[in-house]
């Protein structure tokens, strides 16, 4: 079985959390993760880049200047790929830059990247949050004294991602004015987001969460 450290809402570690071995300790697929990866990244393009072909381009409809005689080259268009402000030669169009994947190697992608995050000791399970009002100082020293603890030289500059199983307004507010922190909720939860937190803290219903909807 695999485990990761439990904290309290002070930073400090109060114990740990045994997780399921199906998500947090499976065989890791590079391969899938990176084609995962890749797969949000193409689909978040918005893939309006355009440039005017010859036809596009206005004006250039008189020839430039006569046939022969001239001991030019003949040209028919001022709008010719070839002269300044013409038309572009197989440049970009509008398309769609959306990929497909398979439901079961999304979810392999992520069962692998939690494994990756819980084996380097980068997973945090997060117990007993609990405020009347947003605060960001609280959650900025929680993460400070978790970054101390764990012996990071800087932990204001770590990514955090915090990761929530259902709504918490409260804790939603006080965290996501910290540049470093961003958060989600379980359900949310996307390759990209898994890789580039250097840190992911998660509390314990997302836990359950993932682990429902992953193992299915």
């Known amino acids: ?79 010719s790929p070839q002269f300044k402000g013409g038309g572009v030669v197989f440049g970009p169009t509008p398309r769609s830059h959306r990929q497909d994947m398979p439901r079961k190697q999304r979810r392999l992608a992520l069962r692998s990247a939690l494994t990756v995050k819980a084996q380097a000791g980068e997973l945090l399970i997060l117990d007993g949050f609990t405020l009347e009002e947003p605060k960001s100082r609280v959650v900025a020293e929680m993460l400070h004294a978790i970054g101390s603890e764990g012996g990071s030289e800087s932990p204001a500059m770590t990514k955090v991602l915090l990761v929530l199983g259902s709504h918490n307004e409260v804790l939603e507010r006080s965290a996501r004015n910290l540049r470093e922190v961003r958060v989600l909720l379980a359900a949310n939860l996307n390759i990209r987001d898994l890789l580039t937190g250097d840190t992911v803290l998660m509390t314990k219903d997302a836990v359950e969460h993932l682990t429902e909807v992953l193992s299915s």
Request: charged share 25%; net charge positive; aromatic share 2%.
């Open 1 to 79: 079985m695999a485990s990761a450290p439990v904290v309290d809402q002070s930073g400090l570690r109060t114990g740990s959390l045994e997780l399921s071995a199906e998500i947090f300790d499976c065989t890791v697929n590079g391969p899938v993760m990176h084609q995962a990866l890749l797969r949000q990244l193409a689909n978040g393009r918005q893939g309006t880049h355009d440039t005017r072909n010859r036809r596009e381009v206005r004006g250039g409809g008189r020839k430039p200047y006569r046939q022969k005689g001239t001991g030019r080259a003949r040209q028919g268009s001022i709008r």
